[in-house]
T-cell receptor, first 116, second 109 residues
Framework: GAVVSQHPSWVICKSGTSVKIECRSL??????MFWYRQFPKQSLMLMAT?????????EQGVEKDKFLINHASLTLSTLTVTSAHPEDSSFYIC????????????FGPGTRLLVL | RKEVEQDPGPFNVPEGATVAFNCTYS??????FFWYRQDCRKEPKLLMS???SGNEDGRFTAQLNRASQYISLLIRDSKLSDSATYLC??????????FGTGTRLKVLA
């Protein structure tokens, strides 16, 4: 199936730090990528839809100035958590829409963020 | 009512058992349906799509009932490696995926 990578896989940072997470589609072009957040024992919650060359579309309740998304190329989207606080600690997962076999979303391995 | 509902479990079953999960969805206009598997601290991985006619992949069978708005996943001859959380995913159109909270399965030796 389609391959999506994320970097870094783990981040531990101090409160107030900004953290940048990269999401790459390795073997296909993705005009649309998605950013999710998952808290323990909860379902994935869509944060925003990232569109190549245009502004991201944020879900209700997600602060666009806090979670900056940049989709500068067809294979790379970045999520920057600005001035992270402990309540931002979560599992952040990106996905990209692909048509490798099944036409569905393919997920990156996720980034676990811990803000101290 | 949640858009996609699943019994969180856990379902504890012995090896070799048959286990079934259901998932209900609220939006009758939902377009496509999937089961994903998520292992602890890992990303979700597509297990199978769910078609109106039902589909089978080895020990796994998925079915869709549009009239009652639910999908099901049946696992036969459970293996220890089947232990995971199974996520029901409903596509409401144009990339809009709604995830259930998942059903935890533990297959016991």
């Amino acid at each position: 199936g389609a391959v999506v990578s994320q970097h870094p896989s783990w981040v531990i940072c101090k409160s107030g730090t900004s953290v940048k997470i990269e999401c790459r589609s390795l073997d296909f072009q993705a005009t649309t990528m998605f950013w999710y957040r998952q808290f323990p024992k909860q379902s994935l919650m869509l944060m925003a839809t990232s569109n190549e060359g245009s502004k991201a579309t944020y879900e209700q309740g997600v602060e666009k100035d806090k979670f900056l998304i940049n989709h500068a190329s067809l294979t790379l989207s970045t999520l920057t958590v600005t001035s992270a606080h402990p309540e931002d600690s979560s599992f952040y997962i990106c996905s990209a829409w692909g048509t490798s076999g099944e036409e569905t979303q393919y997920f990156g391995p996720g980034t676990r963020l811990l803000v101290l | 009512r949640k858009e996609v509902e699943q019994d969180p479990g856990p379902f504890n079953v012995p090896e070799g058992a048959t286990v079934a999960f259901n998932c209900t969805y609220s939006n009758s206009a939902s377009q496509s349906f999937f089961w994903y598997r998520q292992d602890c601290r890992k990303e979700p991985k597509l297990l199978m799509s769910v078609y109106s006619s039902g589909n089978e992949d080895g020990r796994f069978t998925a079915q869709l009932n549009r009239a009652s708005q639910y999908i099901s996943l049946l696992i036969r001859d459970s293996k220890l490696s089947d232990s995971a959380t199974y996520l029901c995913v409903v596509n409401e159109g144009t990339y809009k995926y709604i995830f259930g909270t998942g059903t935890r399965l533990k297959v016991l030796a």
